[in-house]
């Protein structure tokens, strides 16, 4: 009965905290400060703002004391090495003497003398290939394989309180009227992917207006993600399922794959002569 009940405790446990939301606060403007939130706690990614003077002291307590590790630890590593240097010279030696004896002996030999010939050849090898299109290919198979468990996830992503505020200017107002175009094409474009994958996305505000006057080019950009940590889950689990199989299916035999069949080969006829000589004897 004790164990049903820890069973039953295990699996609440399991649910609340797949009900809960990991949320993601993003600022874009002068400064940049992304945060990650779960049940009402936040913790600071990236942070470009200036500190404050206690937030200066504490810095730089820390790199003190980080300094301070570090130097041990390379006191210790260089112990370390100087003990590994002295072991590996003696092991040096060891193996260039036993090696000078065993070429010795091999060179008066005409075999070692083959040996030696093949295995120059050996030594000089093929060019290698260059693999850098393989890898290319196998990430893009890679990619196009776990799209759908992107996509899943993509279609539970909350976006709330969307503000995008952008003023676009330039040197001169041809410059500033084309990069106003490019700004307006690649926000609603953006936007129009994320909606058409199916995220719950809802605006506060968005303003994209041209400066010709100034020419500053400012912007303000902030947002919240919200998904679920099970949805978190069930998308990453999906997405290394597909990963293994991407690999196993490669690694597999081909099982399409059948041996070869020899075709037949035709019977040889026989020459008018030998069916003269055939007709006669009958």
């Not at 990650?36 to 003077?53: H, K, M, Y």
Request: hydrophobic letters at 40%; a positive charge.
């Amino acid at each position: 009965m004790l164990a049903l009940w820890i069973i039953l405790g295990v699996l609440a446990l399991l649910a609340l905290l797949c009900s809960l939301s990991a949320v993601l606060y993003v600022e874009i403007g002068e400064t940049t400060r992304i945060q990650a939130g779960v049940a009402g706690l936040r913790f600071t990614l990236l942070d470009t703002r200036e500190e404050s003077p206690r937030q200066k002291v504490k810095a730089l307590k820390k790199e003190q004391k980080r300094t301070e590790k570090q130097a041990r630890k390379e006191a210790r590593n260089q112990r370390k090495a100087e003990k590994k240097r002295a072991k590996a010279k003696q092991k040096r030696a060891k193996t260039l003497a036993q090696s000078a004896k065993q070429s010795a002996s091999a060179s008066t030999s005409p075999k070692g003398q083959a040996q030696s010939a093949s295995s120059q050849k050996q030594s000089q090898g093929e060019p290698k290939e260059d693999g850098f299109t393989a890898t290319v290919k196998e990430v893009l198979a890679l990619i196009r394989r776990c799209f759908p468990n992107a996509k899943y996830l993509l279609r539970h992503l909350r976006f709330r309180k969307v503000t995008i505020a952008i003023n676009v200017g330039a040197e001169d107002a041809y410059t500033t009227a084309i990069r106003y175009g490019q700004v307006q094409a690649g926000v609603n474009t953006t936007l129009g992917l994320l909606a058409g994958y199916g995220a719950d996305l809802k605006l506060d505000a968005l303003c994209i207006q041209p400066d010709f006057v100034t020419g500053e080019f400012r912007q303000w950009i902030s947002f919240r993600v919200k998904l679920r940590i099970g949805v978190i889950i069930l998308g990453a689990l999906g997405i290394l399922g597909k990963i293994i199989g991407h690999f196993l299916g490669e690694n597999s035999p081909d099982s399409s794959a059948q041996p070869s069949v020899s075709p037949s080969h035709p019977r040889n006829k026989p020459s008018a002569g030998q069916a003269v000589k055939q007709e006669n004897a009958r």
